[in-house]
């Protein structure tokens, strides 16, 4: 089980259903407006609501928690779940052209350190990524030194472990995602790629960088720009880089 604090975090995890939800934290005493609507929300959804004191909230945490937090397991979906996910967003947008419909995914190709894979699923919350994907095979696993390291972030963004990573990127490719590589052999800046559209960033490991298969897999290949590239990002830095890009220009 996860802990997840702050009053939007909580409502986002309760949006997304109550399944693998144990119970909903909130304060004692009387509720302000915003925290009444998460225990109206979490009655809704059939979940159990503890209340505890503020007291209580600091020593499970030492984020801003507002009053608020859920207690969940990380989410949990197949390669077949998250296409049928992407179908139906796809679908959506096309027949709205819902700005809020285009996908926003993170693509792990060979992080193989858990704390790393843990930081990345925090970043990737923090910037509303719809799903994380990593092969099954040489790929951290999404253990306790991970979840601990997303502070919660895999109750917010499922992580799916698919067997073939090139043949699901050409899935998402036929379903109107535009697949972005990160590498600093390449001369095309990130700020360069259009990603207004559906976007899956790719992002390799430190050492190696992603493999040459999946580099021939994406649509684009892009470096972010350093004064110092010798010195390099932690794989994370450089994910939550990548998506502020995206959310930049789609805002922007």
């Known amino acids: 089980m996860e802990r997840l604090f702050g009053i939007n975090s909580v409502h986002a995890r309760l949006m997304l259903g109550s399944a693998g939800v144990d119970r909903v934290l909130l304060r004692d005493g009387k509720l302000s407006p915003r925290l009444e609507m998460l225990q109206a929300l979490a009655q809704k959804k059939g979940v159990k609501v503890e209340r505890i004191s503020s007291g209580e909230f600091d020593k499970l945490t030492d984020l801003n928690h507002q009053g608020a937090g859920v207690v969940a397991q990380p989410i949990a979906m197949d390669e077949q779940s998250l296409l049928s996910m992407i179908d139906r967003r796809v679908e959506l947008a096309n027949a709205d052209d819902a700005n809020s419909s285009r996908l926003l995914l993170l693509i792990l190709d060979g992080i193989t350190d858990p704390r790393n894979l843990g930081a990345c699923i925090r970043s990737a ?11 099954k095979d040489k790929s951290a696993p999404l253990n306790e030194a991970a979840s601990k390291t997303a502070s919660g972030g895999a109750s917010l963004v499922p992580v799916v472990s698919v067997v073939n990573l090139a043949r699901c990127i050409g899935q998402l490719q036929k379903r109107q995602v535009w697949v972005v590589g990160t590498l600093l052999e390449t001369e095309q800046m990130l700020h360069q790629v259009d990603m207004q559209d ?3 960033i790719v992002m390799g490991s430190e050492g190696k ?3 040459q298969k999946t580099a021939k897999c994406c649509d684009f290949l892009a470096k972010i720009p350093m004064v110092n590239a010798d010195l390099g990002f932690n794989v994370s830095v450089a994910a939550g880089i990548a998506l502020y890009e995206v959310q930049k220009q789609r805002r922007y």
């Open 125 to 135: 919350a923090s910037m509303g990524v719809d799903a994380i994907i990593v092969p």
């Open 209 to 211: 960088g992603i493999r």
């Open 198 to 200: 559906n976007i899956a």
